[in-house]
């Protein structure tokens, strides 16, 4: 038996679509009429200009004062999912992302700042929770690094242009004996 | 010109292809607790249905004690029950439970009357409460708890008895010793 390392709550199962009798009548005689096309492409255009980009947020997890709504949300931003780990707490629809979500809402009803209620998540889950790495030695590497390869690299340009610009002077000048003897080559190529 | 400058792109390569290749086949959702060596977060669970006691943070003074993270739901961890159970009648260590997560009251009960009720004492965790305070990312997930309630090993996935007799047993020995 292969065990399975780790495994998280299940989701709850979507409630299943039913559709009326009188919708599928009318959806029929929509795509049979000639404005599809056009319904369509205005349905597309209207969709993307109207899209906002919708989080996991159940309305019932929302808190009643929207500025503390609003700070909730900021928070969640910049929280990872642990589950689904590249999104934030507040797009993820994972069970354990919807208790952080209603954790931090609680924390900020009873009167945390921002800061404490990021804090105490960091104090359960390490900076790894934090969707922005915070700046410190751990992380010096991470947040200096392509800084320092983009210097390194300037370097190395600047370098091999100037040993270019070097070259382009071309090599050094003559001196007596060889201008006498190229005079003689340009006067008598057997000699 | 100096030779050694070519080298250096190079080396650059060289030291990043390392790093990564280091971190290659690594399993990404093995975080490191940062809880070891703390002290176990303050939590108070109820009893789980048909209970009469739940499991809060004090009951784990004064023992060695494993508290382990479950859910019916969860295959993994009806995988490493028949481990608990074991442990349990061996009395090697007291095992407390965190039942987390059920859809109903009732399925952790019915869970444990089926497959065996390896706990000493069982918390009712539906919204993960104390998941969190633990840092639970996923069950199961268990702890190594000392006499004074401080966290000093966390295991994630199922319990084997290669970790157990290598890492965890000895450690438990050590900790009762101290």
């Known amino acids: 038996m292969r065990l399975k390392k780790k495994e998280y709550p299940p989701r709850p199962e979507a409630p299943a679509q039913r559709a009326s009798k009188g919708d599928a009548i009318r959806r029929e005689r929509w795509l049979r009429s000639a404005w599809k096309p056009a319904g369509t492409a205005a349905a597309l255009l209207a969709a993307t200009l109207l899209a906002t980009p919708a989080g996991a947020v159940d309305p019932s997890e929302m808190l009643d004062d929207p500025a503390l709504e609003k700070r909730a949300q900021e928070i969640g931003r910049e929280l990872r999912c642990l589950v689904c780990q590249n999104e934030s707490i507040e797009d993820s629809n994972a069970e354990l992302a919807g208790d952080l979500r209603v954790l931090v809402r609680d924390r900020l009803k009873d009167g945390d700042s921002d800061r404490e209620v990021v804090d105490y998540v960091v104090s359960r889950y390490g900076d790894y929770v934090l969707l922005t790495p915070p700046f410190k030695a751990e992380t010096l590497l991470l947040w200096a690094g392509p800084g320092a390869l983009l210097l390194i690299g300037l370097t190395g340009l600047a370098l091999f242009y100037r040993r270019g610009a070097g070259e382009a002077d071309g090599p050094p000048p003559l001196n007596d004996r060889e201008r006498a003897r190229l005079a003689r080559l340009l006067e008598d190529p057997d000699s | ?178």
Not at chain 2, 45 to 50: D, T, V
Not at chain 2, 129 to 135: P, S, T, W
Not at chain 2, 142 to 165: A, C, M, N
């Open chain 2, 1 to 178: 010109m100096q030779r050694w400058i070519y080298l250096v792109p190079l080396i650059v390569v060289l030291v990043l292809g390392g790093l990564f290749w280091s971190q290659l086949g690594k399993d990404p959702h093995r975080i490191d607790s940062v809880l070891i060596n703390q002290a176990v977060p303050p939590f108070d669970l109820p009893p789980i249905e048909g209970r009469q006691r739940g499991f809060s943070s004090a009951d784990l003074l004064g023992q060695v004690s494993l508290v382990n993270v479950f859910g019916s739901w969860c295959i993994a961890c009806r995988a490493e029950h028949g481990f608990l159970v074991r442990i349990k009648a061996n009395r090697e260590v007291p095992i407390f439970g965190i039942d987390w997560r059920e859809k109903d009251r009732t399925a952790g009960p019915a869970w444990l009357a089926r497959h065996g009720d390896p706990y000493t004492l069982v918390g009712d965790d539906p919204d993960s409460k104390a998941a969190i305070a633990f840092g639970v990312t996923g069950a199961p997930e268990s702890f190594i708890v000392d006499r004074q309630g401080i966290i000093r090993y966390k295991h994630i996935g199922p319990l084997t008895p290669e970790v157990w007799t290598e890492t965890i047993k000895p450690l438990i020995e050590k900790l009762k010793q101290s």
